[in-house]
């Protein structure tokens, strides 16, 4: 029986244009190396490593993190630009950078009903009025917050189709974008709860919001926003039946 490492050897680099660094477990960061070459890094078996890759200059955008399979050539891993993962082998991780962008710009609708926040090849950052360049290839991710009395709907392209229900959207960037997060003053106050506190005691809810626990008096929701709620049974002794609503049973799906 073959027996695992005491370290694994994870070897990091980066095209030209950036930058990276990175830290083993909760140890603390290393300094930011240009090399194209490679740093090698021990990473005991069973701890994790962080990975962080940035621009060295103003005209290069990070795209994603890419490794070398055995004789082969780069492929995507991930997108962020900061990323966590406990090794099970030995490799090489490559951040990846281009020249060519994209402008990313977003609103609300009604004006001033909601704040943005944008993220993905970098840290998360409130959405300048005038957009975003971000690199093409890149992954990028807009959050939507209503500020008070309002409540999220959905993200719309400019011709007004949907794009999404839930309060993010993650998308490859490959054109400009211009997107409008739609939100209303109408809402419903939504509750769920279990049938037997023994069996099941967690409801969470998300879509319109980031997922959180049901509160006892409900949450409120805005008019056509598309609303998941998830049961967790208490063990693995219990079991997920249906959802009901009154005496009807109206999904047998634990979301």
């Not at 060519?100 to 300048?128: D, H, R």
């Not at 049901?214 to 208490?234: C, E, F, Q, S």
Request: hydrophobic share 30%.
């Amino acid at each position: 029986i073959g027996q695992s490492a005491s370290a694994y050897t994870i070897t990091l680099k980066t095209q030209t244009g950036g930058k990276f660094r990175y830290k083993v477990g909760t140890g603390s960061w290393s300094g930011y190396s240009t090399s194209t070459a490679g740093v090698a890094v021990d990473v005991p078996n069973g701890q994790s490593i962080t990975m962080e890759a940035v621009p060295n200059s103003s005209t290069y955008y990070f795209v994603d993190w890419k490794y070398t399979p055995n004789g082969g050539s780069d492929t995507h891993w991930v997108y962020p630009y900061q990323y966590t993962f406990t090794p099970a082998g030995n490799g090489t991780r490559i951040a990846y950078f281009t020249t060519s962008y994209k402008t990313i710009t977003a609103a609300s609708n009604p004006t001033n009903t909601a704040t943005i926040q944008v993220s993905g090849p970098f840290a998360e950052q409130a959405l300048p009025t005038a957009g975003i360049k971000v690199g093409v290839g890149a992954q990028c991710t807009l959050s939507a917050t209503p500020t008070t009395g309002n409540y999220f709907m959905r993200w719309n392209n400019p011709d007004g189709t949907q794009v999404t229900k839930r309060y993010y959207y993650s998308f490859v960037v490959s054109d400009n974008r211009s997107l409008t997060a739609v939100t209303t003053t109408e809402c419903y106050t939504i509750k769920g709860s279990v049938n037997n506190t023994t069996y099941g005691n967690t409801i969470k809810v998300s879509g319109p919001l980031p997922e959180q626990d049901m509160p006892t008096a409900g949450i409120k929701v805005g008019r056509d926003a598309t609303i998941y709620l998830t049961a967790t049974p208490r063990s693995s002794s219990y079991y997920f039946v249906n959802w009901t609503e009154g005496t009807t049973t109206t999904e047998a799906s634990a979301l």
